[in-house]
């Protein structure tokens, strides 16, 4: 089975960093391009960043272009996510996301909380 | 455009059938057959259910249908039953950035 597990949120400052982190087991991860997904409290779901299977694909959304960096060690199946310039409305559940083929998101972390 | 509108909430009663609407531009939904949806019970994370406009992944039931007319996706759920209250959300393939998502929809089973 896919497995997805969040890790590294928690309270930051406005102009603050965090960096995120996935694991994620039962694929072969290399074969997947992976994504981020941020849910506000109360709010809908909101796509914030995407990266291919090879980590040379990277995309963002406009709310975070510039200010956060997607990236993956294929080498021991892990995904980033490194928020800097911190606002308060990034304040979110963060989920890790896998990529099915194409352009959907076929399975999810539980997601991590992150509060600025 | 910053996200796919659908309607707040959509309401049916058990055996029923339910369809959520998700209007796009030829941007997005329009314009390609790459459009999937998602449920979200409270405090949990969201379930695929529908994929490439029709398409189920293995275990989902198949109550749950999709289709697309024009830059308008829907979500259609026969045979409505308790465990499908939850929120639903459409999202899309979008040729400016990647993804969009719809505004999300409440499904209440009366």
């Known amino acids: 089975d896919v497995n997805l597990v969040e890790s590294g949120g928690g309270l930051a400052q406005p102009g603050g960093s965090l960096r995120l982190s996935c694991v994620a087991s039962?694929?072969?991860?290399?074969?997947?391009?992976m994504a981020w997904v941020r849910q506000a409290p109360g709010k809908g779901l909101e796509w914030a960043a995407a990266i291919g299977g090879s980590g040379h694909s990277k995309y963002y959304a406009d709310s975070v272009k510039g200010r956060f960096i997607i990236s993956r060690d294929n080498s021991k199946n892990r995904l980033f996510l490194q928020l800097n310039s911190l606002r308060a409305d990034d304040t979110a559940v963060y989920y890790c996301v896998k990529e099915g083929h194409y352009y959907h998101m076929d399975a999810w972390g539980k997601g991590i909380t992150v509060t600025v | 455009q910053s996200a796919l509108t659908q309607p707040a909430s959509v309401s049916g009663s058990p055996g029923q059938s339910i369809t959520i609407s998700c209007s796009g531009s030829?941007?997005?939904?329009?314009?390609?057959?790459?459009v999937s949806w998602y449920q979200q019970h409270p405090g949990k994370a969201p379930k695929l259910m529908i994929y490439d406009v029709t398409n189920r992944p293995s275990g989902v039931s198949n109550r749950f249908s999709g289709s697309k007319s024009g830059n308008t996706a829907s979500l259609t759920i026969s045979d409505l039953q308790g465990e499908d209250e939850a929120d639903y959300y459409c999202?899309?393939?979008?040729?400016?950035?990647?993804?969009?998502f719809g505004t999300g929809t409440k499904v209440t089973v009366l």
């Open positions: 999202s899309s393939f979008i040729s400016t950035s990647l993804y969009i």
């Open positions: 039962g694929f072969t991860f290399s074969s997947y391009g």
């Open positions: 030829t941007s997005d939904v329009g314009g390609y057959n790459l």
